[in-house]
């Protein structure tokens, strides 16, 4: 039976993979910032042995704390999908533009998204390196504003994500020697909660722009997630998947 941590599994992203990896067969442990969510969240999940624990990602302590509970109680860690993130103030579509941002949104926005990647993807690591498993994957989460810069995300957003990036390619070549993949997933706009803050209509405002002429599901960032996990995914790595519905193309 293989582990799975999700981070920011209480809802959006999370949650939507969270379910999927239980129908996938894995056991999982949903952590995220409101531990009572997170309990709830894992109570509904198909099948038995899920956990839901309370997690700040950007304290060092709290992750490692968070991997010592579940490798505790229920094994090694197989699968890391880090989900947990902020947006921030907002993006442009609010009226934030770089000269807007403030430093307070900045650290605020770089601790959970950057940091808090880092803090996960490193306790991943050493744990791993101590401990291997079979059919390691670790799943990271950045955004199509990481890539492209902007658009309807802010200033500190899309520099967080875009350092996640980065930190997946090194991550990958890591973590690569101990048969662990690592690579990330760069959505484009997806109905959630985080699309309707950047944009002061609380809808999305750029849909012409993209081939589609939708916006994405959180159940479709759930079937990418799905197949980085899979077992047939293990000579993929240091890898981000677009699931854009167009928007980017490179």
């Not at 809808?203 to 599901?217: E, F, K, N, Q």
């Not at 077992?231 to 928007?247: E, K, P, R, S, Y």
Request: hydrophobic share 45%.
């Amino acid at each position: 039976m293989r582990i799975a941590l999700i981070t920011g599994g209480a809802g959006g992203l999370g949650l939507a993979t969270a379910k999927r990896f239980a129908r996938d067969g894995m056991t999982v442990a949903v952590a995220d910032i409101d531990g009572a969510a997170a309990e709830k969240a894992a109570t509904g999940l198909d099948g038995e042995g899920h956990r839901g624990i309370a997690l700040d990602v950007s304290k060092e302590d709290a992750v490692i704390a968070a991997f010592d509970k579940v490798e505790r109680e229920m094994g090694p860690v197989s699968v890391l999908a880090h989900f947990a993130g902020t947006i921030g103030a907002g993006g442009f579509a609010v009226g934030i533009t770089l000269a807007d941002s403030t430093v307070e949104d900045w650290d605020k926005v770089m601790a959970i998204n950057a940091r808090g990647t880092f803090l996960c993807v490193r306790e991943m690591s050493r744990r791993r390196r101590k401990v291997p498993v079979e059919h390691g994957r670790v799943i990271t989460v950045s955004s199509l504003a990481g890539e492209a810069g902007g658009l309807q995300s802010g200033t500190a957003y899309s520099a967080s994500k875009a350092a996640v990036l980065g930190l997946t390619r090194t991550a990958a070549r890591d973590l690569g020697p101990f048969g662990v993949t690592v690579n990330a997933i760069a959505p484009g706009p997806i109905d959630t909660p985080m699309l309707a803050q950047s944009s002061t209509s609380g809808s999305y405002t750029m849909l012409d722009a993209v081939p589609l002429r939708r916006i994405g599901t959180p159940d479709e960032i759930a079937e990418a997630a799905s197949f980085l996990a899979s077992v047939g995914a293990g000579f993929v790595t240091g890898a981000t998947i677009d699931v854009n519905g167009g928007l980017l193309m490179h």
